[in-house]
């Protein structure tokens, strides 16, 4: 057996460094979540109880297992301290397991490592990946709003937005409010990526740190409104993108478009009064239509809202309800939304989002694309000639 | 995955110079029309002015509509039926002579000449400004012309990387097409169909003339665009070789359990009288073209 060190002598370890299997590890970091739990053991039938849950300290989050643990409750935000820790290796990923033979205590804040992401390697927007953690990006934020929501009984608030360098763009979600500011380059470390419905999100809550910096080499955000279009193969082939810009014809209208009903609890679309999630209710009228915009290289389908919808049909939720009275069928509504909205040209700027159907596009901004002929037809007409 | 597939901007000419299918294997898989000119069709865009629609087949009431498109290159046969009535009330309903913008799926139809006709069987039909329809015709351009040089840098480059196609901009799906369309048309006149496109720049830039009302009438009698040359009547000799030809389908009918003539006993009888293999194809072939012979059955021949 090889010789280990005494317990107080184990180097302290960032749980970013975890070794894959460890009989005996020093480690600290902040219970992200904890729930306790009894085995019951095969041999006797005897109950032993355990906590597991997830521990972070800001270099990564790695699963607990604690056999026997104190009775006293172990609240979510606590910081533990535990020598002498088993690592093992789960699905690819290291775990701890805190056994009898592990000395499990609280820490103080300042006892956890500083988020100034010095000790965290700089990452790019175009490298995130759903799950990762642990790094630090320097980016500018393009937008962020305040969004009101309800967690379990809480309520409370997010702060929703767009961050860019200049390798791309990323949504982020923010629960705790770090008083950013459109237009401002900032250091942001101690947050984590995930990705829900293939669109990626930089999620920070009150460990994280930003830190504001100097925003020479990082792209003015307001380049981003007016970036011109990317053709549309490109952006199926990045698997969409943040703040995108397309232009195309639109080729078709996708149904249900026009108008439509929603579950007054959570907006989804219902049939026949019925929402798939909420039953029977009484379902609130709203204007959105589903469009397909091709460029030549591919197609997206964008879904536009009840203001964009009202914009590109000028007809308003009011007018198209007063319309459906007079019509015999309501499906000659839709109809009319396609005739106005097929063989359209359009620019539209938004977060694009691929599946297994393709494109999606969120819009941000649908606006007409302007095209000069006359410099159309020069620039033809040079390449015709230029080929001789 | 099965990715809704893009609209190809084509001109006219593009599409009447397509010959070339690729039919995909399998459930629900899409078929697409080769062009010469790099496009891998199954959805096209176009822009040009329609003419009138008129109903096809004797059976009323009609469900099957056809217009032609014209634009500054030739003209295509637009058509939509039960299956696409949104589409099928929008070609009727289109004024004739104006410009317009068609979105459909390429359709390409072999008669019995084997000639090719290709029509665009409509999604949507849209009348639209001419400035938007010349917008989209230089899109048309625009995008032809791209695909003309992603062709010619592969024909001078053969050993060229789809990685260094894709760095200088090209889109996955135009270089797939691009290296298909040099494999089936390894000798097309792209520096000809290059030049025909300045007919199109002179629209886009308004100094040519909107492309002319396809008449309404004459329309239903172009289904076929290159008949075959009418063939020269039989010789005496001809007719001698056809009635011994039958004679022998008729004795190795005779002998053969099912009834049909078995086509490598016909030759093998033809040849003991000395009658060439190739000879005998080509009056084989005279006489299933006449209707006088079937092949009900590969390899097996009756009368019919």
């Known amino acids: 057996m090889v010789a280990t060190p005494p317990d107080e002598e184990l180097p302290e370890l960032r749980l970013r460094e975890l070794p894959a299997i460890s009989p005996r590890v020093h480690v600290l970091g902040r219970v992200v979540s904890i729930r306790r739990r009894e085995v019951i053991r095969r041999a006797d039938g005897g109950r032993r109880p355990l906590l597991s849950g997830l521990l972070s300290d800001g270099s990564a989050t790695v699963r607990f297992t604690w056999w026997d643990p104190p009775k006293e409750e172990i609240d979510r935000g606590t910081i533990l301290r535990a020598v002498g820790a088993e690592v093992r290796e789960f699905r690819g990923r290291p775990e701890l397991v805190f056994t009898w033979r592990t000395k499990v205590g609280p820490a103080g804040p300042a006892e956890l490592p500083p988020l100034d992401g010095d000790g965290l390697p700089l990452r790019t927007v175009r490298d995130l990946h759903d799950g990762d953690e642990g790094f630090r990006l320097e980016v500018r934020v393009v937008s962020v709003r305040p969004k009101p929501v309800s967690v379990g009984e809480e309520r409370r608030v997010v702060h929703e937005g767009i961050v860019a360098d200049g390798t791309g763009a990323v949504s982020f979600a923010s629960w705790s409010d770090f008083g950013l500011v459109p237009g401002e380059a900032v250091r942001i470390a101690g947050g984590y990526v995930r990705a829900f419905r293939g669109r990626r999100q930089l999620v920070l809550d009150e460990r994280g740190v930003v830190v504001r910096i100097d925003p020479t080499g990082l792209p003015d955000p307001a380049e981003w409104g007016r970036r011109p279009p990317r053709p549309i193969a490109d952006v199926e082939e990045d698997g969409g993108g943040e703040a995108t810009a397309i232009e195309g014809l639109v080729v078709g209208v996708v149904s249900p478009s026009g108008l439509v009903y929603r579950c007054p609890t959570c907006r989804r679309l219902i049939s026949s009064g019925l929402c798939r999630v909420h039953g029977q209710v009484s379902g609130v009228a709203d204007l959105r239509v589903r469009f397909v915009l091709d460029d030549g290289t591919g197609a997206a389908t964008v879904a536009a809202g009840r203001e964009a919808t009202e914009r590109l049909w000028g007809l308003t939720l009011a007018d198209a309800r007063a319309r459906l009275r007079e019509l015999p069928d309501p499906s000659v509504l839709e109809e009319q939304l396609a005739e106005a909205v097929v063989g359209r040209r359009l620019v539209v700027r938004g977060a694009a989002v691929r599946d297994d159907f393709g494109l999606t596009v969120t819009p941000e901004s649908i606006e007409p694309a302007e095209v000069d002929l006359e410099a159309a037809a020069d620039d033809l007409a040079a390449r015709l000639d230029g080929a001789r | 995955m099965s990715l809704r597939e893009p609209a190809w901007r084509v001109t006219t000419r593009e599409l009447e110079s397509s010959f070339e299918e690729e039919r995909g294997a399998g459930e629900r898989a899409a078929s697409y029309v080769l062009s010469p000119f790099g496009a891998r069709m199954n959805r096209v865009v176009l822009a040009g002015t329609l003419s009138a629609a008129e109903p096809i087949g004797r059976d009323e009431p009609s ?117 298909e369309t040099l494999r089936r048309y390894p000798d097309v006149d792209r520096a000809g169909f290059r030049d025909a496109l300045r007919a199109a720049v002179r629209r886009v830039a308004g100094t040519g003339l909107a492309p002319p009302t396809p008449s309404a009438t004459g329309s239903v009698t172009v289904t076929v665009d290159r008949p075959a040359p009418p063939r020269p009547s039989p010789t005496a000799e001809d007719r001698a070789e056809e009635a011994t030809f039958l004679d022998l389908v008729d004795e190795a009918a005779g002998v053969s359990a099912d009834g049909y003539a078995d086509v490598r006993e016909l030759l093998r009888r033809l040849a003991d009288r000395g009658v060439r293999a190739d000879r005998a194809e080509a009056v084989l072939g005279r006489l299933e073209e006449g209707g006088v012979l079937e092949e009900p059955i590969v390899g097996k021949l009756r009368r019919a």
């Open chain 2, 63 to 179: 469900t099957f509509w056809r217009a032609r498109l014209t634009d500054p290159l030739g003209t295509v046969g637009v058509t939509a039926g039960a299956f696409q009535p949104r589409a099928m009330v929008q070609l009727r309903t289109a004024p004739a002579g104006r410009p317009a913008l068609v979105v459909g799926k390429v359709h390409l139809y072999r008669g019995r000449a084997e000639t090719p006709t290709i029509s665009v069987r409509a999604e949507a039909v849209r009348p639209v400004a001419e400035a938007d329809e010349r917008a989209t015709l230089a899109e048309v351009v625009r995008q032809t012309l791209d695909r003309l040089d992603l062709l010619d840098r592969l024909a001078h480059e053969p050993g060229v990387t789809d990685d260094a196609l894709r760095a200088s901009g090209a889109p996955p799906g135009w270089i797939r097409a691009a290296r």
